[in-house]
């Protein structure tokens, strides 16, 4: 375990159906990222935080994603209008910032688009 | 685009045996390197990471090699176990500037 939390584990929703996941990084790490994960592919980045302050969002994160960290602890990632191209392992990984940066992550959340 | 890309899709070893696990990347500004293992169901978890201006760094059974003459990174476990069945990942960015680039993995299977 290393202490990032994920909620929830799996979501299972049908297209057009919004969905929303949280992520609980360490608590001392300020930078909170997201990634995402299909099968057989490395994670590709989505988006990254520096305490409530999101710094970089990747062109995959189109219009109907968005990311919130409000008082720089818990983030929370909505996906509105699913499509079944989300379908996705959604990971999210905190660290302390700074130079050789290593990124601790959760289980991740799976989301299965029908 | 440049990216990090990974010489094998799969690799059997048998249990006691050592392991190497091969990348390659091709942003020659990349300055900081990381493998993360992967098991089933669970996020990636690191393992070892290296920086340019190092070429071999230990860990416990780990060892990862950089050569960024060809842009090559390897990593090498000793006596592989049946615990290190898992996907491999290299991962690189330049230090503190761009989050991590990951590769698309390489499936170690451990035959016991």
């Known amino acids: 375990d290393t202490g990032v939390s994920q909620d929830p584990r799996h979501k299972i929703t049908k297209r057009g159906q919004n969905v929303t996941f949280r992520c609980d990084p360490i608590?001392?790490?300020?930078?909170l990222y997201w990634y995402r994960q299909t099968l057989g592919q490395g994670p590709e980045f989505l988006t990254y935080?520096?305490?409530?302050?999101?710094?970089?969002k990747s062109r995959l994160l189109s219009d109907r994603f968005s990311a919130e960290r409000p008082k720089g602890s818990f983030s929370t990632l909505e996906i509105q209008r699913t499509e079944q191209g989300d379908s996705a392992m959604y990971l999210c990984?905190?660290?302390?910032?700074?130079?050789?940066?290593?990124?601790?992550f959760g289980s991740g959340t799976q989301l299965s688009v029908l | 685009g440049e990216s990090v890309g990974l010489h094998l899709p799969t690799l059997s070893v048998q249990e006691g045996d050592n392991s190497i696990i091969n990348c390659a990347y091709s942003?020659?500004?990349?300055?900081?390197f990381i493998w993360y293992k992967q098991e089933s169901g669970k996020g990636p978890q690191f393992i070892i990471d290296?920086?340019?201006?190092?070429d071999k760094r230990q860990g416990q059974r780990v060892t990862v090699l950089l050569n960024k003459t060809v842009k090559h990174l390897s990593l090498q476990i000793a006596a592989t176990q049946p615990g290190d069945s898992a996907v491999y990942f290299c991962?690189?960015?330049?230090?503190?500037?761009?989050?991590?680039?990951f590769g698309k993995g390489t499936r170690l299977s451990v035959i016991a």
């Open positions: 991962a690189e960015n330049m230090l503190g500037n761009t989050p991590l680039v």
């Open positions: 608590s001392e790490h300020n930078r």
């Open positions: 990984a905190s660290s302390l910032g700074g130079q050789a940066e290593k990124l601790f």
């Open positions: 935080f520096q305490n409530e302050a999101q710094l970089e």
């Open positions: 942003n020659s500004a990349s300055d900081y």
């Open positions: 290296i920086r340019s201006n190092m």
